[in-house]
């Protein structure tokens, strides 16, 4: 697609969009049972073995941005260069865009590096000291974090203790159709805002996923027993391969507790970095 570029607030948006709507369903698919007894252990041996494994090659994996202006980091944010996926040419026809979501985080070197790699970066945190901060020539940051919800009109702005909205709205608001790349690290908000987004179809708009998951509790309004709570994450990721996206990068963090569920079982930790490729976007 074409990118026409305005500005508006120094915030760069596209002036011409072709809007296909995707019409918004109530609830995900929940999978089958990993097994008869419906356990624990049933529902964890499959999520972890789906977790740990790649759907689909990719021979240009790059990690943490486009340049290598920092040595150390923190975490292996990693996207996929190859040339059969949309993003490689989104960057040689710099048109590519990344939106980057997290909460007071110091690892900034992702954003910085794909920004001088030639993308339009915007970085969402709502703990900056600004609405927007326009940085360097292709980097915004912007006092405001993702949700699966939208603010209580009924709550006025200047009560409200966190400026969050959902996808769907910052698109709107910003004039953006696609995202090139979506990082996020939500701390155990990520499962409602992954499931926000298969229901109301904005998950097609993402070209690549690059995502934290937290396993050490079920997450902000996830409940159920733990066989359900496991069930509903395979069940999350399972949507996403029906969307076309296959799982290129898994990372384990040996750094943060090895937690199940508060379980110590099957060698598993707290705390994943995923990344899945749209495989529609070719």
Not at 67 to 92: E, G, M, S
Not at 135 to 143: G, N, P, S, V
Not at 209 to 225: A, D
Request: a negative charge; one cysteine or more; proline letters at 4%.
């Amino acid at each position: 697609m074409q990118r026409g570029l305005a500005w508006t607030n120094s915030i760069p948006c596209e002036s011409t969009l072709i809007v296909h709507v995707v019409p918004a369903r109530w609830h995900i698919d929940l999978q089958p049972w990993a097994g008869p007894s419906r356990s624990f252990e049933e529902e964890a041996r499959r999520f972890l073995h789906y977790i740990t494994e790649s759907q689909i090659d990719c021979s240009r994996l790059v990690t943490n941005g486009l340049t290598n202006h920092y040595a150390d980091t923190l975490k292996p944010w990693t996207v996929c260069l190859d040339d059969k996926f949309n993003l490689a040419h989104q960057i040689r026809s710099k048109q590519c865009r990344v939106y980057s979501f997290g909460l007071g985080e110091d690892d900034n070197i992702f954003e910085f590096n794909m920004a001088s790699g030639g993308c339009e970066v915007h970085r969402f945190d709502p703990s900056i000291s600004s609405a927007h901060i326009h940085e360097a020539d292709r980097l915004w940051h912007h006092q405001l974090s993702i949700d699966w919800r939208d603010p209580n009109p009924a709550i006025a702005p200047h009560r409200l203790h966190r400026n969050t909205k959902k996808l769907k709205t910052i698109l709107n608001e910003f004039g953006h159709w696609k995202i090139d790349v979506l990082k996020a690290d939500m701390e155990s908000a990520e499962w409602k805002i992954l499931e926000n987004l298969i229901l109301e179809g904005i998950i097609e708009q993402i070209g690549q996923l690059v995502l934290e998951i937290h396993l050490h509790w079920p997450g902000f309004e996830v409940s159920g027993n733990d066989s359900s709570v496991v069930r509903y994450w395979f069940s999350l990721f399972k949507e996403l391969e029906h969307k076309d996206f296959k799982m290129f990068y898994t990372y384990k963090d040996l750094s943060k507790p090895q937690m199940f569920l508060k379980k110590d079982v099957f060698n598993a930790s707290s705390c994943y970095v995923l990344s899945w490729v749209n495989t529609r976007w070719t």
